[in-house]
């Protein structure tokens, strides 16, 4: 048996035979079909019990092919959806999320040529623990209270230490790694010039970045292909709190202030 199952492929030649003389685009449905089966097994996450896979799939072609889609682009993208659906349930995979297709057109794709881009809308679920325990951390403890015989004093001249700030990885490649956050912009990717170089291949290459604005520290996404996620929940742009659960890629990190 080759890459693709007998149920594969009389999924492509349904999806083939369907669209069989309508489309006059080189870009025939069956190879978007392949090529969003393959974009998904790469993106892939694998957790403690299962695997998860993108929910987002944006399919850019050049805008003659685009063009030829024309009036059958609803009825290709509800096909190619049910597709995805098929597949992650044949192989056991876990999309985030119902699988979404967009056909895009654009000036930088060669005619007869595509371009997948596959991306998480949710954060996987797999760090929903350590946000609960790190929240919980972050609750102050009910002690210290006024009484009669007892009432803290406030000491507003003693010197308060000058924090200091960090991200830890807790989960990912660079579990372990301790990275200090200084007071100028520090960008977060893949590519080594970065200020926070990650070695998870989920990263992109310029992900995100922190900047610091009057000693806090705001997390702004990059447009990354995967996103970034605060506490679970997809962000284009946070304000940080102290033991906050950042995931980039498969990489979770853990926002630190001593």
Known sequence: MGLFSDWESNLE????????????????????????????????????????????????????????????HKSLVLELQDYLVQKAREKELTPVAPPVVILKKSDDIEPGEMEVQASFSEAVPVNRELIRRKQKEKEPPDTNQDTMLYKPVKDSAMPKPEKTYRLVVEEGQDKGKEFPLGNYRMVIGRRDTCDIVLADPSVSRRHAQLDN??????????????????????????????????????????????
């Open 13 to 72: 030649k349904y999806i083939e035979k369907f669209f069989r003389g309508k489309l006059k685009s080189h870009v025939q449905p069956v190879d978007i079909a392949k090529k969003l089966y393959r974009e998904m097994i790469s993106y892939r996450r694998v957790s403690v019990n299962k695997i998860y896979v993108p929910n987002e799939y944006k399919v850019l072609l050049h805008p003659g092919d685009w063009e030829s889609i024309g009036a059958f």
């Open 213 to 258: 604005q009057d000693s806090r520290y705001v997390l702004t996404d990059l447009n990354s292909t995967n996103g970034t996620f605060v506490n679970g929940e997809k962000i284009t742009k946070k304000l940080l709190e102290p033991e906050d659960v950042i995931t980039i890629g498969t990489t979770v990190c853990i926002f630190k202030v001593d």
